[in-house]
Nanobody, 111 residues
Framework: QVHLVESGGGLVQPGGSLRLSCAAS????????SGWYRQAPGKQRELVAG???????NYADSVKGRFTISRDDAKNMLYLQMNNLKPEDTAVYYC?????WGQGTQVTVSS
């Protein structure tokens, strides 16, 4: 069993930044793909950013150039740096690894 715990969400003004963190219960992120999804109220869950075991990354078009996914294998951590946040980025953000999901962390972008 793998446990993923997200942190770093909160309320931020448009144009601001947040860094989400995901702590894993073991040395896993380098073994299989992982990523970040989000779900806004009334909308389907969508992929925000993904990273392969080899470190290749991909992003949703809506966040390209603003968000960066990274990981620290030594610390068993996955990150999502979010810059120039927009109100439409408001959602619950979930860390994923293979078939496992975290509990989610709320990100609210509002003035």
């Amino acid at each position: 069993q793998v446990h993923l715990v997200e942190s770093g969400g909160g309320l931020v003004q448009p144009g601001g930044s947040l860094r989400l963190s995901c702590a894993a219960s073991g040395s896993i992120f380098s073994a299989r793909p992982s990523g970040w999804y989000r779900q806004a109220p009334g909308k389907q869950r969508e992929l925000v950013a993904g990273i392969t075991s080899g470190g290749s990354t991909n992003y949703a078009d809506s966040v390209k150039g603003r968000f960066t996914i990274s990981r620290d294998d030594a610390k068993n951590m996955l990150y999502l740096q979010m810059n120039n946040l927009k109100p439409e980025d408001t959602a619950v953000y979930y860390c994923t690894y293979w078939v496992y999901w975290g509990q989610g962390t709320q990100v609210t972008v509002s003035s």
